[in-house]
């Protein structure tokens, strides 16, 4: 019977630095295979196997000490980072569905909706889910977001929308949201006014692939006046560095409003990784 074959870790600490995993290469006597990995700067390097298994298993001790989750993580911790990050309004948040167009719109997911005699939207399009009596929202579950990354319903009803505003009108993420042609070019000027003032940003080419998110998560909730102020700021800056007299593919921040409207939930975004986006290149980091 062959003798299995290990998994080269993916992230080592080599030289007391983490490192990542770039590729095998056979080594010139024809017996052993060198590990190719970069450093946190994107420089590459190499090791031998054993220096990167010594330096797997440090880092996974780590990591499980540190709580740090990479993508040899269980399932669980994924999901719980990625809510964590991610956080919007915790009663209800919105699903995707096909417009007649062929679009995506959203609506609040709700376990009573288009049942026969219960729902009023069966007998009145115009209906209201806010104002719903007969409403029943739940809270975002881990099953909602696996179906999200899966990606596996044509008519968009597992893609999930986040409501960013917090019934107090606050919000845990700033995003801006960049449209249509130079898109690129100017989500990078805002990145590096971020960059510029410290705050971490992760930047998304959103489910259409025509734009980009740049998204900013807030250790706790802040006021979003306080939040929108700061993404004004920024755009600033970033117009200022170009030169450009505007933004054309700027479109708007989110949360868009700095407090609930009378009988809404505020704006919504979609969330990133969606499945059916994704395989098409698109709902994923962009660099």
């Known amino acids: 019977m062959d003798k299995p074959v290990a998994k080269t870790p993916k992230y080592a600490i080599v030289n007391g630095d983490e490192a990542t995993f770039a590729e095998l290469l056979p080594h010139t006597n024809g017996d052993t295979t060198i590990v190719v990995y970069t450093d946190a700067s994107g420089k590459r390097f190499y090791a031998t196997e054993d220096e990167w298994s010594h330096g797997g298993r440090e880092f996974s001790t780590k990591a499980a000490r540190q709580g740090i989750v990479t993508s040899e993580s269980s399932t669980k911790d994924k999901i719980a980072l990625f809510k964590l990050l991610f956080e919007g309004r ?33 007998t009145n399009l115009k209906a209201r889910c806010p104002d719903c009596p007969q409403r029943s929202f739940a809270p975002l579950s881990d099953s909602a977001l696996v179906s999200h990354f899966k990606g596996e ?42 960059e510029a003032s410290s705050i971490n940003v992760a930047i998304e080419r959103s489910r259409s692939g025509n734009g980009g998110h740049a ?73």
């Open 215 to 287: 998204w900013i998560f807030f250790s706790e909730p802040i006021d979003a006046a306080l939040a929108r102020n700061l993404g004004s700021t920024l755009i600033t800056t970033a117009t200022n560095t170009t030169g450009a007299l505007g933004f054309s593919a700027y479109d708007r921040l989110f949360p868009a409003q700095s407090t609930i409207p009378e009988g809404s939930f505020g704006n919504l975004i979609a969330l990133p990784f969606q499945g059916l986006a994704q395989k098409q290149g698109n709902s994923t980091p962009s660099t």
């Open 153 to 194: 319903r044509s008519d968009f009803k597992d893609v999930v929308g986040l409501y960013v505003l917090g019934k107090n009108c606050k919000t845990s993420v700033l995003v801006a949201d960049f449209d249509k042609e130079g898109w690129k070019s100017e989500i990078a000027a805002y990145q590096q006014a971020c």
């Open 90 to 122: 915790k009663d209800v948040y919105a699903h995707g569905y096909r417009r007649k167009d062929g679009g995506i719109g959203y609506a609040p997911m709700c376990s009573n909706e288009w049942k026969p005699g219960v729902c009023p939207k069966k």
